[in-house]
T-cell receptor, first 115, second 109 residues
Framework: EAGVTQSPTHLIKTRGQQATLRCSPISGHTSVYWYQQALGLGLQFLLWYDEGEERNRGNFPPRFSGRQFPNYSSELNVNALELEDSALYLC??????????????FGPGTRLLVL | GQNIDQPTEMTATEGAIVQINCTYQTSGFNGLFWYQQHAGEAPTFLSYNVLDGLEEKGRFSSFLSRSKGYSYLLLKELQMKDSASYLCAVRYVGNMLTFGGGTRLMVKP
């Protein structure tokens, strides 16, 4: 069974530009989560999508947005890029049918560098 | 806030046992996860605890005390490949996972 996939693996942008990151969840998973991991720091929760709806968002400015498509894949958009947006962006998916043991499985991440 | 505290770094010797502790705020607790993350890679799921006690999976075990807001990950028979960051994550009511900063474990020969 294929795991969570993300594209691109690396992305280089300049300040003020926009970045689009993509994620495909494990087949059968309807929930997708986005996290930011700056170098040497912990995972910071960005966004949660389930069944096409945004369910929750972390403490990030509105220029971080996204969406989930009918096939449950997801996009993360970051507008007006700033230098401090440079980080590893991780996507995770989960199966809500697991109940209390619902586990998030992570993709390999997109490393975004803002120059 | 919902702080998750774990040591920043630990060092241990190949073949030894190491215990990585994690403390968290108990209000709204709904499960605790441990993940392993090698440098530059994605976190991989290790264990899940929701009831008090010890869960054993091969060389790795995880313990939970809900009343104390405390968990630990125990790694036995350490191997060089166990050098990685270990992330403690707590699920709170509302389904959100809150991650600790991670413990970077260095295994030395």
């Amino acid at each position: 069974e294929a795991g969570v996939t993300q594209s691109p693996t690396h992305l280089i942008k300049t300040r003020g530009q926009q970045a689009t990151l993509r994620c495909s969840p494990i087949s059968g998973h309807t929930s997708v989560y986005w996290y930011q991991q700056a170098l040497g720091l912990g995972l910071q929760f960005l966004l949660w999508y389930d069944e096409g709806e945004e369910r929750n968002r972390g403490n990030f400015p509105p220029r971080f947005s996204g969406r989930q498509f009918p096939n449950y894949s997801s996009e993360l958009n970051v507008n007006a890029l700033e230098l401090e947006d440079s980080a590893l962006y991780l996507c995770a998916s989960s199966d809500k049918g697991q109940g209390p043991q619902e586990t998030q499985y992570f993709g390999p991440g997109t490393r975004l560098l803002v120059l | 806030g919902q702080n998750i505290d774990q040591p920043t770094e630990m060092t241990a010797t190949e073949g030894a046992i190491v215990q990585i502790n994690c403390t968290y705020q108990t209000s709204g607790f709904n499960g605790l996860f441990w993940y392993q993350q090698h440098a530059g890679e994605a976190p991989t799921f290790l264990s899940y605890n929701v009831l008090d006690g010890l869960e054993e999976k091969g060389r790795f075990s995880s313990f939970l005390s809900r009343s104390k807001g405390y968990s630990y990950l125990l790694l036995k028979e350490l191997q060089m490949k166990d050098s990685a960051s270990y992330l403690c994550a707590v699920r709170y009511v509302g389904n959100m996972l809150t991650f600790g900063g991670g413990t970077r474990l260095m295994v030395k020969p």
